[in-house]
C-alpha cells in the first residue's frame, strides 16, 4: 500500500467514524454535515419501507435519517460486525434490531454499508440490508 492510499485510507475510516457516532447519537444535523453537497446514495428495497430509494442531496439524506424515529422504534440492539476500508473506500457490515411502531413487528437486519470518502465527506453511500425481514415488518398481521 502507497503512503497515498494509507493516509487516504486513514482518512476514510475517520470519517466512517465520525457517520457512526453522530448517527448513534441521534445528532442528524452532524450525520448530515458528513455527506458532500451531491453522493450517489442508494438503499434498496421494497416500496412499503419508507427509507428505501435512491438520493443524491443533504436535504433528501437529512429525510432519510429523519424517517427512522418516525416509524421506529429506538434500535434494541445494534452491533459492528466487521469492516474494510482500503484508500477512499470503507464496508461496514453489522447487525441492528429494531421494532416498526405501527406494527409493533420487530425485526433484525443485517446489513452491509459501503462508503466512498473524499475530501473528509460521503460521496457514496450504498446500503445492502435484508429488505425481505424489513418489508415483513411494516406488514400488519390480524
Known amino acids: 500500500m502507497s503512503v497515498t492510499q494509507g493516509s487516504a485510507t486513514q482518512a476514510t475510516s475517520e470519517t466512517v467514524d465520525a457517520f457512526f457516532a453522530a448517527f448513534g447519537s441521534g445528532d ?11 453522493v450517489d446514495f442508494r438503499v434498496l428495497g421494497a416500496p412499503n419501507v419508507p427509507w428505501t430509494g435512491v438520493r443524491s442531496t443533504k436535504d433528501q439524506i437529512a429525510e432519510f435519517f429523519g424517517t427512522f424515529g418516525q416509524v421506529l422504534s429506538a434500535p434494541e440492539s445494534f452491533e459492528i460486525t ?17 421494532q416498526v ?3 409493533e413487528r ?12 473524499s475530501g473528509g465527506r460521503i460521496r457514496r453511500y ?3 440490508e435484508d429488505s425481505h425481514a424489513i418489508a415483513e415488518a411494516f406488514v400488519a398481521h390480524a
Open 28 to 38: 442528524l444535523e452532524a450525520t448530515v454535515a458528513l455527506f458532500a453537497d451531491e
Open 82 to 98: 466487521g469492516r474494510l476500508a482500503q484508500g477512499e473506500d470503507a464496508v461496514v457490515m453489522a447487525r441492528c434490531v429494531f
Open 101 to 103: 411502531l405501527a406494527t
Open 106 to 117: 420487530k425485526f433484525t437486519n443485517h446489513y452491509a454499508l459501503h462508503f466512498t470518502i
Open 126 to 128: 450504498h446500503m445492502y
